[in-house]
DNA sequence: GCCAATACCGAATTTTATTCGCTTAAAGCA
DNA sequence: TGCTTTAAGCGAATAAAATTCGGTATTGGC
């Protein structure tokens, strides 16, 4: 394969990976129907070509106490360069932030909070996001319960 | 070790796994100055107890033609349970959505959806999302940048 | 002091990953 | 058509990793 295009093989090999990372290359080749070293090969190229950026093991949240899950959408009070790359800056530090993206429409930014319950948000909000400079509003809701939640992209 | 609770080693095995789950045991062992079958039987373990849920291939999702990331606040027009199953049963199976959460607050569902580009959200707000009944009204937004995605909890 | 339980380890074994040389199929071209 | 080049695919050999197992050391209870 020359470069970037990705044939049947390909798109089996990472349909199977993005759900169980731990299938050996022997598992992969007998449901492909191809031998150990082609797959081994393909899987390689993969990887290097940047369509496997990594491969990392998913917890379970509730038994590392990390059961409240929240959206907190941040506006800031005006939008030059510095205000936006400092609030980034600093709010990425915080070990409560699991995602932190900057959205078009009516707010800036939208972060993704995990902590063990509603007193640690309550602290978290207090304490942390809400002593950086420039926030006009921060607008938090909490998940009820999760229908979906996948990492696996359907190709 | 009887039962659920982690000690150091544990930690900083989850803490490692996290970032990169294709560290072998001997590199592992290596990190945490203990022998290889130690870590093996402690990975075991984290695994057995549901500690590690499972190990999943990260793809780039730009490359798999997936750069846009929305996310989509629902209001539906009641909430009995009727209505709030069929609606998550139902925008489940769409490919476009990675997640789906009942949430508090103003709205009731929040998706995140992944498509290629706005034309085809477009498409998947009109011909999918749109379909579903008994919702009141869908706001959509955008993310424009990515400061911080992760799925490794801090430990 | 003795016993039981558990964490830990090294070494042996099994399984997997990785390498390499060969074969086959396809594409380009005279 | 027949020749050449290129790349995918494969099996077998080798290297590396996972897994198993028996034994030691430590700890806590009695």
Redesign the interface.
Known sequence: MINSE?DTTDIEI?KL??????LTNKEISFKLHKSIATIHERVKRLKE?????????????K??N?SL?A?SQVLLNDHTADTLNTF?QE??KF?E???????????D??LRI?TSDMEAYHSFYRNKLATLPNITTVQ????????????????
């Open positions: 990705l990472l990976l993005q759900r169980d990372a731990s070509q940047g369509y496997i950026q990594r491969v990392v093991a998913i917890l379970n949240r038994k590392i990390r899950i959206f980034e709010v990425i070990d932030v699991m995602e932190c993206f900057q959205m078009t429409g009516t707010f930014f939208i995990a938090s809701f909490f998940v009820l319960s999760e229908t979906k939640s996948d990492t696996a992209y359907p190709l």
